[in-house]
């Protein structure tokens, strides 16, 4: 007996699932084309500030430290939004051309977020406030540029940076 849960079937612009769907999303805040919503960006907004406090507030490392990445599904599951339910079933039905460069997107955030939260660490424990305040300042910003190009994947846009980008981003 296989109790693995099933792969949701992939799906195109176009077809029966997608067009059923696209009736289900109609008055809702997802995007009707893409069936994502930017609810979902508020888990990352949530750390950045965090970040970004931490020059001023060293004590905010701690609660940096505590952030943790959640899925799109599990976010909306904690959600209180008044469209969870439609957001959670709809993710299945992401067209491939959104769904893949906004995992891609959100897997690039994740560990941008994770090694900014070392670096700033170890740039607390440096004791070099200046240095401090000018990497939590970038690693903000490379993290934003991220989120809104998950935005921009949100509201139908189907490029996800690549890795050289992001290096390029990061000065590496």
């Known amino acids: 007996m296989n109790d693995s849960i099933p792969e949701p079937p992939i799906v195109e612009v176009g077809d029966a699932t997608y067009e059923a769907m696209r009736e289900k999303v109609q008055d809702s805040n997802l995007d009707p084309q893409t069936f994502l919503a930017t609810d979902y960006l508020n888990h990352f907004n949530e750390v950045v500030m965090l970040l970004e406090m931490i020059p001023d507030m060293p004590?905010?490392?701690?609660?940096?430290?505590?952030?943790?990445?959640?899925?799109?599904?599990?976010?909306?599951?904690?959600?209180?939004?008044?469209?969870?339910?439609?957001?959670?079933?709809?993710?299945?039905?992401?067209?491939?051309?959104?769904?893949?460069?906004?995992?891609?997107?959100i897997g690039q955030i994740n560990n941008t977020i994770a090694s900014a939260v070392v670096s700033l660490e170890r740039d607390l424990k440096g004791g070099n406030i200046d240095l401090l305040r000018e990497n939590a300042t970038s690693l903000s910003r490379i993290i934003q540029r991220l989120m809104d190009t998950a935005s921009a994947i949100i509201h139908g846009s189907a490029e996800a940076l690549d890795q050289s980008e992001i290096d390029n981003l990061l000065g590496i």
């Open 59 to 105: 004590e905010i490392l701690e609660e940096a430290k505590e952030w943790q990445p959640k899925s799109y599904k599990d976010h909306f599951v904690d959600s209180t939004i008044a469209d969870r339910e439609i957001a959670i079933e709809a993710y299945d039905a992401v067209p491939t051309i959104y769904k893949e460069p906004f995992e891609t997107t």
